[in-house]
């Protein structure tokens, strides 16, 4: 006859699952959130690329698109027609916030919030000299209360009409250097920068083929 458990040893059983699900669900739990976010990035990346290589088709190279010279005022209109002229057309279910939700000064003065079909946020701001900034909030609640953390739920992007491929992210297209990338004096994507976000963390994540590296400055 085989001998039962007794409390005790159920009870130290249960605990030790405890114990073990406590360290380990944490983790399970970032890295799904950290996926999830490779997702949103992968895919904004990719519609954006696709939607304009559609409009070059319709418009022609993006040099000779619309644009706001150099030095000139950009306001809400002349983004938003920019945007439902050359993108909007041939991005699946878009939606423009309303601004009066927006707190961020410069996108609602300046620029438009769109709501994207798997419910992050890309805003478009700033439009001078054919240079649009563009940026992806994967979380839309810390974009309503204006606290998103470039790196780890804003990522920046840019539109240049200079630049051969128009559309990417942000930095320039020249660095392929993971250290470069890191390390940067102004926007690298390591812990010890503090004063100026973490702008370059966009591009190490492309380089690093949308995955989060292991020594990556934020957990999700």
């Given amino acids: 006859m085989k001998r039962a458990f007794t409390l005790a040893e159920v009870l130290i059983t249960l605990g030790i699952i405890g114990v073990v699900a406590a360290l380990t669900i944490p983790t399970l ?13 992968k895919k904004f990346y990719s519609s954006m690329s696709q939607a304009q290589l559609m409009a070059i088709n319709d418009y022609g190279e993006v040099q000779n698109w619309d644009f706001v010279e150099n030095g000139g005022e950009s306001n809400n209109a002349i983004v938003l027609n920019w945007f439902n002229k050359y993108f909007k ?3 699946n279910s878009t939606e423009i916030i309303d601004k009066k939700v927006i707190k961020d000064d410069e996108i609602k003065d300046a620029g438009i919030a769109v ?15 054919g240079y649009m900034h563009i940026s992806l909030y994967t979380n839309p609640k810390t974009f309503y209360n204006d606290t998103a953390t ?7 992007f840019g539109f ?7 559309f990417e992210v942000y930095g320039q297209t020249g660095w392929k250097d993971i250290n470069q ?3 940067n004096s102004w926007g690298g994507c390591y812990k010890e920068n503090t004063s100026n976000g973490h702008p370059l963390c966009t591009r ?9 590296p292991k020594d990556y400055p934020y957990r999700f």
Wanted: aromatic share 10%; charged share 15%.
């Fill in 29 to 41: 739990m970032s890295n799904h959130r950290a996926n999830v976010t490779m997702q949103k990035l």
């Fill in 89 to 91: 057309p041939y991005l």
């Fill in 115 to 129: 709501k994207m079909g798997d419910g992050s946020i890309a805003t478009f701001a700033g439009f001078s000299g």
């Fill in 150 to 156: 470039e790196g780890k739920d804003k990522f920046l």
């Fill in 160 to 166: 240049n009409q200079s630049n051969a491929s128009a």
């Fill in 181 to 183: 990338l890191k390390y």
């Fill in 204 to 212: 190490l994540l492309q380089m690093n083929n949308w995955t989060v």
